[in-house]
Nanobody, 128 residues
């Protein structure tokens, strides 16, 4: 059972940057996961933000964050990161780290139901 713990959220102003981190614990040696980030604002559905395959060779982004956010990973540290630049008030949400027990996911990576594990979330608030 993989446990995911996010960190790095906070309160920032529009135009600022934040870097979210997610560390996976209890990963079996030699086992890698397809990782992603989703976010959920109050009263809204969970929204796909970004995803990355097991070795970082493929990365996917939601339309609303393309060109501003970058997902990366460090398997030696069991971690995935989300660098968020030029933040906007509409980026305000709880950000969730997620993992799927597979190396690749080439379709439907934007659907929450395709992921096996979820973190508790970290709050990001962007003031105008």
């Amino acid at each position: 059972q993989v446990q995911l713990v996010e960190s790095g959220g906070g309160l920032v102003q529009a135009g600022d940057s934040l870097n979210l981190s997610c560390t996976a614990s209890r990963r079996s040696p030699g086992t890698y996961y397809f990782m992603g980030w989703f976010r959920q604002a109050p009263g809204k559905e969970r929204e796909f933000v970004a995803a990355i395959n097991w070795n970082g060779g493929s990365r996917y982004y939601g339309d609303s964050v393309k060109g501003r956010f970058t997902i990366s990973r460090d398997n030696a540290k069991n971690s995935v990161y989300l660098q968020m630049n030029t933040l906007k008030p509409e980026d305000t949400a709880v950000y969730y780290c997620t993992a799927r027990a597979s190396l690749y996911l080439t379709a439907d990576y934007d659907l929450p139901r395709n992921y096996n594990y979820w973190g508790q979330g970290t709050q990001v608030i962007v003031s105008s």
